[in-house]
């Protein structure tokens, strides 16, 4: 997973593949998936912000309990019971530093000249298939696989950044946040559409519709209507999508502005409430929050998810795993308490918290919650 924030790359890959189990394995950005089907893999791969491959039956090793020498012979026998037809390139990379004693360069080497040996056709340009040698540098650990995916994280914002669209206001979000958000909240593509109640210059709309999810964006500024409005066209090269739509609206009455045949149906809802001086709220935050996650609700389909963004004070040390929901949090509105309390009288179940820094005076609380069983 990508180094961003690894806690939340982690939940987003549980929620995109909900019948996998999930075990974190060598470090924080490791974790071993069991029964995931490719085609769902293939789907992660496509839609997750925080996802960079996987590993097929990855080998993951402390360097601390072996040498290279036993190492390879550890690989000569995983390469051995996974052969692969075609051309072969081993690629490595290092994720926070060296790990010392170990170099990366002649392990490459060596692998090469295994497969080599093994009889594949070695081409580095375009090959068939990739043996990647991941390195982790703080837990001196050493993963190794056939690669799925290209390494890299196939979620990139490099275009769409929130300052480069045509409609900008301090509160857009992060393009790699909006698509973990819509990911966390609605889980794997086919569930249902995603609601963005509150949707502002429509960072969490233009992730969904890209995604390929049908979605809509509700603002109750007709401003920020039209600039949402422009900015999904912008992201789609000029042309908005038939199945993602912005309108006018309240939040707190989703019911009368959703399509009718989207009533109990939606999978995911995003929240990004006003706060602060560059948005605008309607009602007072709490009353708001409240009346826009009953109406929420209504409209929910039965495993629906939601994802909440609350600014708070930064935490005293900062983490990027999941929190205990009991912590601490000062919020910039109202009481942590309060929230979580408002949030399961409307009907809901807060799953996880995650914390995001923002800057040092600002931090984000990102929760997950899903929609409670009746009574
Ligand atoms: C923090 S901003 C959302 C920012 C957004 N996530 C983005 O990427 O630009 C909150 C938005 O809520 C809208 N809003 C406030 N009260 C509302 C209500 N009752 N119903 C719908 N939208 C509301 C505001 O107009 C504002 O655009």
């Known amino acids: 997973m990508r180094g961003w924030h690894p806690g939340l790359a982690y939940a987003e890959l549980a929620a995109l593949l909900p019948n996998s189990t999930l075990t974190q394995e060598g470090n924080d950005r490791w974790c071993r998936v ?7 893999r293939v789907e992660a791969l496509k839609l997750a912000s925080g996802l960079q491959c996987f590993l097929l039956d990855g080998v993951v090793q402390s360097t601390n309990n072996t040498t290279p020498e036993k190492w390879l012979e550890r690989l000569h026998a995983y390469l051995k ?12 990379w290092k994720q926070g530093g060296k790990i010392s004693g170990w170099s990366l360069s002649e392990l490459s080497g060596r692998l090469g000249g295994i497969l080599h040996d093994m009889g594949c056709v070695i081409d580095l340009t375009e090959p068939d298939h990739v043996l990647a040698l991941i390195a982790d540098g703080p837990s001196a650990a050493l993963a190794c696989g056939w690669m799925e995916g290209d390494g890299q994280a196939a979620f990139s914002n ?17 393009p790699m946040l909006a698509r973990l958000a819509v990911n ?17 210059t429509g960072g969490f709309l233009i992730e969904a519709s890209l995604s390929g999810r049908p979605v809509v964006g509700v603002d109750i500024h007709s401003e920020m209507v039209q600039g949402a409005q422009a900015n999904l066209e912008w992201a789609h090269g000029g042309n908005a999508p038939s199945d993602a739509i912005v309108k006018r ?8 502005v959703l399509p009718d045949g989207w009533h109990g149906k939606v999978a995911g809802f995003v929240l990004d409430p006003p706060y602060g001086r560059n948005s605008h709220g ?23 998810g939601f994802v909440l963004i609350l600014p708070i004070h930064p935490l005293e040390s900062h983490s990027t795993a999941a929190l205990s929901l009991d912590h601490t949090f000062s919020l910039l509105n109202g009481t942590w308490p309060g929230v979580r309390g408002l949030i399961e009288r409307c009907g809901w179940v807060p799953v996880s918290v995650h914390v995001e820094r923002v800057h040092r ?15």
């Open 158 to 174: 490099g275009e769409r950044r929130a300052g480069e669209r045509p409609y900008f206001k301090p509160v857009s979000l992060d």
């Open 34 to 40: 069991a029964d995931a089907s490719p085609a769902r």
């Open 184 to 200: 966390l909240a609605a889980g794997p593509l086919g569930r249902g559409p995603v609601v963005d109640p509150m949707t502002g």
């Open 282 to 304: 309607s009602v007072e935050a709490d009353r708001l929050l409240e009346s826009s996650l009953k109406s929420a609700r209504t409209v929910a389909c039965a495993d629906a």
């Open 361 to 375: 005076s600002l931090s984000r609380l990102i929760l997950h919650a899903r929609r409670a069983a009746q009574g």
């Open 81 to 92: 019971s996974h052969p692969v037809e075609g051309t072969v390139a081993v690629r490595s």
């Open 249 to 256: 609206g309240d939040a707190s009455r989703l019911e009368d």
